[in-house]
């Protein structure tokens, strides 16, 4: 088990940049990010495991980029372009145990951080 605490959200305006940060406790094998907008149910963005391999949404794949930094146990978030539907609540998962595949599957992360918020405005 490992603990999350994100950080970097905030209000933006529309169609710039935008960097999250998702600081771990320990190592994981898999960490992902996902988010919930307001009456929305939470859909995952993008995962990667600890070799770095990567997975992504289709609906965000092009405008998001997960990687991390396994010296700090930090996950990050680059987000290009944001736009006002990208307002949501953006969390961060973990799993310490081996996954035959490491996707934005939320039942197999037991690991959750509180979340940040992103406000992003025309």
């Known amino acids: 088990q490992v603990r999350l605490v994100e950080s970097g959200g905030g209000s933006v305006q529309a169609g710039g940049s935008l960097r999250l940060s998702c600081e771990a406790s320990g190592s994981a094998y898999c960490m992902a990010w996902f988010r919930q907008a307001p009456g929305k149910e939470r859909e995952g963005l993008a995962a990667i495991d600890r070799d770095g391999s990567t997975k992504y949404a289709h609906s965000i794949k092009g405008r998001v980029t997960i990687s991390k930094d396994n010296a700090k146990n930090t996950l990050y978030l680059q987000m290009n372009d944001p736009q006002p539907e990208d307002t949501a609540m953006y969390y961060c998962?973990?799993?310490?145990?081996?996954?035959?595949?490491?996707?934005?599957?939320?039942?197999?992360?037991?690991?959750w951080g509180q979340g940040t918020q992103v406000t992003v405005s025309s």
């Open positions: 998962a973990a799993v310490v145990s081996f996954l035959p595949l490491c996707t934005i599957i939320e039942p197999d992360f037991p690991d």
